[in-house]
């Protein structure tokens, strides 16, 4: 088993930032990818930005430029820092945990956290 606690989050205006942070504990050994989710209200979780065991991460279109995913190993710790945020990154930010190659919903996941973009 492996736990997930986010933190972070918060209300700032846009073109602000925030770092979100995710502490894992457990069997993080049998984790190979580390992932950022957000659903926002009415639309469907989707996956924002990953890294994976070896340091190589992956952005979606919208947050490229602007989001910066990374890792401490010492600390077991996952970041996203969000820069330039716009009103439409409004949501609540899930890290994830995956054993490569299952699916994301295959994985764990932590509470969320919410993450408010006023214009």
């Known amino acids: 088993q492996v736990q997930l606690v986010e933190s972070g989050g918060g209300l700032v205006q846009a073109e602000g930032s925030l770092r979100l942070s995710c502490a894992a504990s457990g069997n993080i050994f049998s984790i190979d990818d580390m992932g950022w989710h957000r659903q926002a209200p009415g639309k469907q979780r989707e996956l924002v930005a990953s890294?994976?065991?070896?340091?190589?991460?992956f952005y979606v279109d919208p947050v490229k430029g602007r989001f910066t995913v990374s890792r401490d190993n010492a600390k077991n710790t996952v970041y996203l820092q969000m820069n330039s945020l716009k009103p439409e990154d409004t949501a609540v930010y899930y890290c994830?945990?995956?054993?490569?190659?299952?699916?994301w919903g295959e994985g764990y996941w932590g509470q969320g956290t919410q993450v408010t973009v006023s214009s």
């Open positions: 994830a945990a995956r054993r490569w190659p299952l699916a």
């Open positions: 890294i994976n065991r070896g340091g190589g991460t």
